[in-house]
């Protein structure tokens, strides 16, 4: 297991332009999370899913970002009418059950729109 | 008031020095806390997470959680050049949820 994947690695969309960005979890781990983090930032929520069940979403989360977990593998993410200020990192990351467990994030996919 | 607080820094110290990093939270009842450190470019890392009051240690670093006060810090003993990056702390808060809150984090300089 080489870890938590994303692709593309960077990405770069004029406005308005729908995106999706694709990434695989370390395969023992229930948990998939995204992440959106900007520059001098924390890692901002945006959603989570538990197998295929998307548990939580975000409330800054706008109708554009759509997510989906099908067969509770590998996860898109998917922004549509792309807006300058959604140019950011997003990171996903994986993990076990309990409390107690922290995240492996991937690599992250770099949006930039111009 | 934000969730998890954290001053941006940058803190300097010098090489071989005890660095110090700072995180308030504010759920009362919050379950785990993490730490993980980004280096620049990079996605963070986990270094160390701690559930109960008191200190926790591995290798050279120590992290120390206070409840009471809403309070969890990491401590990073002989500090290394190569521990400049940026540390953010990270809260799981109550309920059943896998969520994590992260501070905006602080930017360690270790001056050789």
């Known amino acids: 297991d080489t870890g938590v994947s994303q692709d593309p690695r960077h990405k770069i969309t004029k406005r308005g332009q729908n995106v999706t960005f694709r990434c695989d979890p370390i395969s023992e781990h229930n948990r998939l999370y995204w992440y959106r983090q900007t520059l001098g930032q924390g890692p901002e929520f945006l959603t989570y899913?538990?197998?295929?069940?998307?548990?939580?979403k975000s409330r800054l989360l706008s109708d554009r970002f759509s997510a989906e977990r099908p067969k509770g593998s590998f996860s898109t993410l998917e922004i549509q009418r792309t807006e300058q200020g959604d140019s950011a990192m997003y990171l996903c990351?994986?993990?076990?059950?309990?409390?107690?467990?922290?995240?492996?994030f991937g690599s992250g996919t770099r949006l930039t729109v111009v | 008031q934000k969730e998890v607080e954290q001053n941006s820094g940058p803190l300097s110290v010098p090489e071989g020095a005890i660095a110090s990093l700072n995180c308030t939270y504010s759920?009362?009842?919050?379950?785990?806390f993490f730490w993980y450190r980004q280096y620049s470019g990079k996605s963070p890392e986990l270094i160390m997470s701690i559930y109960s009051n008191g200190d926790k240690e591995d290798g050279r670093f120590t992290a120390q959680l206070n409840k009471a006060s809403q309070y969890v810090s990491l401590l990073i003993r002989d500090s290394q050049p190569s521990d400049s990056a940026t540390y953010l702390c990270?809260?799981?808060?109550?309920?059943?949820?896998?969520?994590?809150?992260f501070g905006q984090g602080t930017t360690l300089q270790v001056k050789p």
């Open positions: 899913f538990q197998n295929e069940a998307q548990l939580e």
């Open positions: 990270a809260v799981r808060p109550s309920g059943n949820t896998g969520k994590l809150i």
């Open positions: 759920d009362r009842v919050s379950q785990s």
């Open positions: 990351a994986s993990s076990s059950l309990g409390v107690g467990y922290g995240y492996t």
